[in-house]
């Protein structure tokens, strides 16, 4: 399966050239995407320095910080558009354990989504202190629940997709800007119907740099996914196909 890793930066000058190096060195069947929006810190110089760039590694510049969703929606798009069978995506802030990647691909032999997951058998947080621990297992809990959702690690950043289960689940229509692109695919594959499985992983906290999370971010989180679930319940608003292979999802403007 031809599978191309896709890399959302903003100001990872510090870890991008550990990242691709890593995936490159991992998986030696995967190809790099990274999107930049036009990092002040030079993290796309870094990139087209790379010597794998044009050839394994590529580039998608946009204009501006316009957040996490928008940035694998580009992503997303482009390597549907370039063919792939199989799309991971990954943080750039060494988070992600690239040596899980083969076990992530492996997985979609008999899965459409493979999340790799911190909150299963084998799967670990490493480095973070207590009270991000907490606000993390707490966010996962309330997902979890909210929506009803058969997976541990709900908020998972680190997931492997067949293509099929991509455009099964409309992914170029999903509404989130922030972080809560993540809850959002994870939900959306729940109710397509597909078969969804969680590969452990170590998680550690961000190599360098700074995070970008925000309250915002989190507001918007916490937000949609009383939204979603209301709407579910109320049968409001159906913003998801009903079964893998379906008919399109209708976009729901108003999430
Ligand atoms: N292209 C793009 N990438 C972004 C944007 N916001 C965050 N990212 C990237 O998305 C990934 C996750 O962002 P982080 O800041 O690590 O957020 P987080 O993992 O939720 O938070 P930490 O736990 O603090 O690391 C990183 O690779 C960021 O560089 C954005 O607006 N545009
Ligand atoms: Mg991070």
């Excluded at 069947?29 to 036009?38: G, I, K, T, W």
């Excluded at 979609?108 to 991000?132: H, K, M, N, T």
């Excluded at 319940?233 to 403007?253: I, K, Y």
Aim: aromatic content about 8%; glycine content about 10%; charged content about 20%.
């Amino acid at each position: 399966m031809n599978s191309v890793v896709v890399v959302p930066t903003y100001c990872e000058a510090a870890n991008i050239t550990a990242v691709l190096d890593g995936v490159l060195a991992a998986s030696p069947d995967s190809d790099l995407l990274v999107v930049d929006d036009n990092s002040p810190d030079g993290t796309a110089v870094r990139v087209r320095s790379h010597p794998q760039f044009g050839h394994r590694v590529h580039l998608l510049q946009r204009p501006g910080k316009a957040g996490l969703g928008a940035a694998y929606r580009a992503g997303f798009a482009w390597a549907l558009e370039a063919g792939y069978d199989a799309v991971v995506q990954m943080d750039a802030d060494l988070s992600h354990p690239p040596e899980r990647l083969p076990a992530l691909l492996e997985a979609l032999d008999r899965a459409d989504v493979a999340i790799g997951s911190r909150y299963v058998r084998g799967g670990a947080v490493r480095d973070w202190p207590l009270r991000r621990r907490l606000i993390s297992w707490a966010g996962n809990v309330y997902v979890r629940l909210v929506l009803g959702l058969p997976v541990r690690d709900a908020t998972a950043g680190f997931k492997a997709f067949r293509r099929e289960a991509l455009t099964s689940i409309a992914v170029l229509d999903s509404v989130s800007n922030g972080y809560c692109f993540q809850i959002e695919n994870t939900w959306r594959a729940c109710r397509a119907g597909l078969t969804v499985t969680e590969v452990p992983i170590t998680f550690s906290d961000r190599g360098l740099g700074e995070s970008k999370m925000s309250p915002a971010i989190v507001r918007e989180a916490l937000g949609r996914v009383v939204v979603w679930r209301w709407r579910e319940l109320t049968g409001a608003s159906v913003a998801v196909p009903r079964a893998a292979g379906g008919p399109t999802g209708q976009r729901d403007a108003a999430a």
